[in-house]
């Protein structure tokens, strides 16, 4: 009887996605920042050789996501701290990286 009962809450609490479709996801996502990633640097590559040398709000793009990125992981890891030291230090970019944007534009 306790086997059944095991088995009845088993199926009750699957998830529309099997393991291996959550795992497809994940690096899906994984793929999908990796590319952003490498897009962004590209433009601000572009840009610097261009002799643009303003492109914060990309920076500012990038350092959401990974501040993002790393505090998610952290708070789901709690042991890797390197994941917390990597979303600060991606927040501070970001605040600075905003502030630096609103004053280029003249919001400051």
Known sequence: MEKEKVIEVIQNSKST???RELQIANRSF????LALTG???????????KGDLFSQELLMMLMAQVA????????KIRDKTMFLY????????FVLTTINTLIYYGYF
Do not use: H, K, P
């Open 17 to 19: 996605m099997d393991e």
């Open 86 to 93: 990597a979303g600060v230090l991606a927040i501070v970019a």
């Open 30 to 33: 994984r793929i999908g920042q």
């Open 39 to 49: 897009t962004m640097l590209l433009i601000m590559a572009l840009r610097w050789i």
């Open 68 to 75: 993002a990125s790393s505090l998610y992981q952290y708070f």
